[in-house]
């Protein structure tokens, strides 16, 4: 920043403090999540669409399209995404007999078990993530990066 400030004073680089630490933070957070997730044999991906799955209560089933809406990916990444974890037992897709041409996801009891099982180590992991922080202060994070996400169009709470 001081470079910038000797070298270019004609302009406002303060953003860059902010998304620099935003990156460098998301690189860190993102390989913390990635062990803790390995250790359960998942990937973000997954860990991410059995939890879609389990907080949505039993039946543990939603749309294709309600696990693209909840992830924010294109329906090809929710069909591979979905390829796999049906492969390794973990979700099954059965035919909506409420539209014809729709399938539903169900969570299987192995993935269940999985997401359950992995579910504690991550809640965990973010935590001590977050441990520098008191609790005031990742509410006022929380609020503060959920009004930046706003403003950029993001409407997912």
Do not use: C
Not at 117 to 145: C, F, I
């Amino acid at each position: 920043m001081k470079q910038w400030k000797s070298e270019r004073p004609d302009l406002d680089v303060s953003s860059m403090a902010v998304i620099g630490r935003l990156s460098r933070l998301t690189r860190i957070v993102s390989a913390e999540l990635a062990r803790t997730f390995e250790a359960h044999g998942l990937d973000s991906p997954s860990f991410d669409m059995l939890a879609t799955l389990r907080r949505s209560g039993p039946p543990y089933r939603l749309t294709p399209t309600s696990l693209t809406q909840s992830s924010m990916v294109t329906s090809g990444a929710i069909t591979q995404r979905l390829d796999r974890l049906e492969a390794r037992g973990l979700v099954t897709r059965t035919p909506n007999e409420a539209d014809g041409r729709g399938v539903l996801v169900t969570l299987t009891e192995e993935g269940r078990a999985l997401i359950d099982r992995a579910l504690p180590d991550h809640v965990a992991t973010e935590n001590r993530l977050l441990s520098a922080l008191a609790p005031d202060e990742r509410k006022a994070l929380a609020k503060t990066l959920r009004h930046l996400l706003k403003s950029l169009g993001d409407t997912t709470e």
